[in-house]
């Protein structure tokens, strides 16, 4: 049934990129109509990895729009641009004013949750609700072991490039799945598209995010952000994630904050168990207008 609805959405989704600087453009898919909401992938995504998300949301009457960060998914990378996670949030606001688009609903997965909560406080008009899968508020855009990586990046083409990108990410996907039976080759071509078209590009992108430094801290306004918040955690042990530390931040801070546990599934959540995701929008949904 599932591939149906992929071929379905194939054929309604469409996809384009929003000019916000003359150097830097993000990349936008929109299906259907109805209410707003605006979906942020994390590091390694894009918006082919919302691929069984999004024809459920046009559905269920939503208007699904991915908007991939700066040097995410198939949006530009250019090497001096700023990649803290502000500047990414306030990427995302002007890219929805493009659009005209407000008070969405935001689904976000990973360290695409910590651009969420940065745009829900700089920019309330914008955010209805979040669901943030697995996502907690980090202050900075890579981890330590992934800057600890990237001091090989100028020796990653000599030791296989592309490839070499590919069997990392694979190991990567499983390791932090509860069901790994979404990992097929087909989906891995689909992962590593945007850094194989571009693998310079790519990884002058990394490195710059790994150098970058976040204006303010999220932690002291996430007393700021006003509108619930739904924090989606699959239940299986799998690496990457949201910490317990993180899991406490939200809770003290936040004026409207739930948890929903997923029996099963891992850090990607979306691929395993796509219909809880849909869930955890319906329920953001069913508060009606938040102020």
């Not at 994390?42 to 046009?58: C, K, M, N, Q, T």
């Not at 250019?78 to 005209?100: E, F, H, I, K």
């Not at 939200?250 to 395993?272: M, N, P, T, W």
Request: hydrophobic share 50%; net charge positive; glycine share 8%.
């Amino acid at each position: 049934m599932w591939l149906l609805t992929l071929v379905l959405f194939a054929d309604t989704a469409h996809a384009f990129s929003v000019v916000l600087t003359p150097v830097e453009s993000v990349q936008v898919t929109v299906t259907g109509a109805g209410e707003p909401v605006v979906l942020i992938p994390g590091l390694f995504g894009s918006a082919f990895g919302f691929r069984r998300v999004l024809p459920l949301l046009a559905q269920t009457g939503f208007h699904a729009v991915v908007v991939e960060p700066l040097g995410v998914g198939t949006s530009a990378r250019p090497a001096r641009a700023d990649y803290s996670l502000t500047a990414q949030a306030d990427r995302v606001a002007a890219a929805l004013d493009r659009l005209g688009l407000a008070n969405a609903i935001v689904v976000a997965h990973a360290v695409g949750a910590s651009i969420a909560y940065r745009l829900a406080y700089r920019r309330p008009d914008l955010v209805r609700g979040i669901v943030a899968l697995d996502g907690g508020p980090v202050e900075a855009a890579t981890t330590r072991g992934f800057r600890r990586a990237l001091e090989l990046a100028p020796w990653i083409k000599l030791l296989g490039g592309a490839r070499l990108v590919r069997r990392k990410l694979q190991r990567s996907l499983i390791a932090a799945s509860g069901d790994t039976t979404w990992v097929t080759e087909q989906v891995l071509d689909g992962y590593a598209a945007g850094a194989a078209r571009d693998l310079d590009g790519t990884l002058r992108g990394y490195v710059a995010m790994a150098a970058a430094r976040e204006p303010e801290r999220l932690a002291p306004h996430l007393a700021e952000i006003r509108c619930p918040v739904r924090l989606v955690i699959g239940t299986a042990p799998h690496q990457s994630g949201v910490s317990a530390a993180e899991v406490s931040a939200l809770a003290r801070a936040l004026a409207s904050f739930v948890i929903d546990s997923v029996a099963g599934a891992g850090h990607f959540l979306f691929e395993e168990q796509p219909a809880a995701v849909i869930a955890a929008v319906e329920r953001i949904r069913s508060l009606g207008q938040w102020r």
